[in-house]
């Protein structure tokens, strides 16, 4: 007997010249949809024209197709991603002082610190990147054209879930993090510098007490252990050799005693329906950028990064935002439970008991909301009060009556917990329509997102799929913006001294601030504005004659009294109350029978669009121009434009010459004195 492998099993995944290259149906704007090719006959179609450019499930119900435009736009995706890179470079390398900070991190401000710790050492090396960047921007441009017009996979090869995950551990995150964690190349190696090779070796542990950040070597180190770890996972799974797990098999064996059928039948939902897949995905990437958000703070990756207080809310702002917008997105796409899901075929397993049950977990977690929402109010209204009749003993803080998380406590302290109960009724008879609602029957086949048809049928105002994403933001917002006000107030940033004193960057206390719905209001959300609203105030109280800031900034010319500008500004009074007459008799007059415009004026689309697009847009930021060059510029150096001396009286000292040779920053410079800069002078700058 003789015993040998199983034979590889090709196959061809891959069609030739699918769709054939052509640009005539640029010049049909909605061609995808056959209501949108009508053309518009209201503002929605233009909104329609842009939501559903790249709604590929509502092109056509091909599967086959759908996955090819979505892998195809996501080669367009990565090739803007390379170009803006290549554009953050590009400006880095010309304008940036990268090397001046390189010479200097401590005392000059940086540019980017994760150039530093990507290895870049000169602005010859961010320019190269620039180069290399938009290089791959073109590559992925072409290889979005050629996977979908020349080479087109078969939806077999997107479903080869198998041998993705095995390319992606093993190509992607494997040699990937390899690839970085050996930025000396083998150099090091061919000349025997044991230094340098040992680095990678072993692990420090704690920051380096120069940069303040991780050190290097550790970072390499790290990188270095998961690429091993990812090399091997990459060989898993089973492709055209009988060896290795199946995720088939992985998830039909998971059935426990109280789950049913189990993930019988996932694999299959997973294969099919591309939002059950971006909503897993979309969870897990979130969730792991709002880890990395607290991370780069508690852990800085980059050199000098802690020592950057701005650089380091700017991340941890982005990087919870980034998270929850993932997260809400998760939630959009989890409608593949209603909208890919077949009953009919399915049976006890998870996904179904779930959905047996969602009356009862739907209102369940609609009472956990409003009962957080209350009872979380309600210590806010109680510390207002106490502290309002001088009693902050009996508020609720760290200070006084002390909320301690005993049950976080008690779960963390104990070791073994009762398994759960089984689910009630999960055999019970029920309802195979999914997709309807109590108040609208027919909710399931309007779509995604239809508009409000008013109180007919009960009412149907932001009721649709799309309504509850975009009202669920505002929760994501409310639920970061704690975490956000924390990193940016006093008690987290400050130095501290031999004494213990802390002093602190920005003002305000936010373990005093937080705990009342007054602090919120008047300190947390008005911190590093103390300039901007004492100059509203001042404004408030003495609207002739004390300039606001945004007239500071904007309009430098504009610091005489405002009744000086209306009485002896030149021609300004005659012109302001000339064109009030103008516009109202013109309202008048399109209001009597003769004047008034007809239906087809209004659906002249085109001469409204040259109309605005040249007479609204085009003229008016012409004469904008015009006023800031030959009034606001010479305002600031107190030069004020008369008819009689229009022509004397130049934009700058230097006239128009920098505007024609692009030397624009000359206009940035101070053009009269030390004491006096580019449109507005010293007293007048903003303390931030």
Known sequence: MIIRSPEPEVKIFVDK????????????????SRTIAKGPDTTTWIWNLHADAHDFDGHTSDLEEISRKVFSAHFGQLSIIFLWLSGMYFHGARFSNYEAWLSDPTHIGPSAQIWRASGITSELQLYCTAIGA?????????????????????????????????????GLLGLGSLSWAGHQREQPHFHLELVKICGLSYFRGGLDPVTGGLWLTDIAHHH???????????????????????????????????????????YEILTTSWHAQLSLNLAMLGSLTIVVAHHMYSMPPYPYLA?????????????????????????????????????????????????????????????ACIFLGFHSFGLYIHNDTMSALGRPQDMFSDTAI?????????????????????????TASTSLTWGCSRLIPDKANLGFRFPCDGPGRGGTCQVSAWDHVFLGLFWMYNSISVV?????????????????????????????????????????????????????????????????????????????????????GGALGPVNISLILVFISGGWLHLQPKWKPSVSW??????????????????????????????????????YVRWNNFLDVLPHPQGLGPLFTGQWNLYAQNPDSSSHLFGTSKEQELPF
Not at 237 to 254: F, M, P, Q, S, V
Not at 485 to 503: A, E, L
Not at 616 to 634: E, N, R
Request: glycine share 10%.
């Open 17 to 32: 010249d699918p769709v054939k290259t052509s640009f005539e149906q640029w010049a049909k704007p909605g061609h995808f």
């Open 602 to 639: 209004f659906k002249n689309a085109e001469s409204r669009l040259n109309h605005h697009l040249s007479g609204l847009f085009g003229v008016s930021s012409l004469a904008w121009t015009g006023h800031l060059v030959h009034v606001a510029i010479p305002g600031s150096r107190g030069e």
């Open 307 to 367: 020592t950057d207080y701005g650089t380091q809310l700017s991340l941890f702002t982005h990087h919870m935002w980034i998270g929850g917008f993932l997260i809400v997105g998760c939630c959009a796409c989890s409608h593949f439970m209603v909208r890919d899901y077949d009953p009919t075929t399915r049976y006890n397993d998870l996904l179904d008991r779930v959905l047996r049950h969602r009356d009862a977990i739907i209102s369940h977690l609609n009472w």
């Open 402 to 426: 002390q909320l301690q998380p005993v049950f976080a406590q008690w779960i963390q302290n104990t070791h073994a917990l009762a398994p759960g109960a089984t689910a009630p009724g999960a």
């Open 224 to 266: 270095l252990a998961i690429a091993i770890l990812f090399l091997i996972a990459g060989h898993m799974y089973r492709t055209n050799w009988g060896i290795g797990h199946g995720l088939k098999d992985i998830l039909e064996a998971h059935k426990g005693p109280f789950t049913g059928q189990g993930h019988k039948g996932l």
């Open 484 to 568: 956000i006000f924390r990193k940016m107030q006093s008690d987290v940033w400050g130095s501290i001294s031999d004494q213990g004193v802390v002093t602190h960057i920005t003002g305000g206390n936010f373990a005093q601030s937080s705990i009342t719905i007054n602090g919120w209001l008047r300190i947390l959300m008005g911190t590093g504005i103390p300039a901007w609203q004492g100059n509203f105030e001042s404004w408030v109280q003495d609207p002739l004659h004390v300039r606001p800031i945004a007239h500071a900034i904007w309009d430098p010319h504009f610091g005489k009294p405002a009744v000086e500008a209306f009485t002896r």
């Open 134 to 170: 938009l290089v791959f921007a073109a590559l992925m441009l072409f290889a979005g054209w050629f996977h979908y017009h020349k080479a087109a996979p078969k939806l077999a090869w997107f479903q080869d879930v198998e041998s993705m995950l095995n390319h992606h551990l093993a």
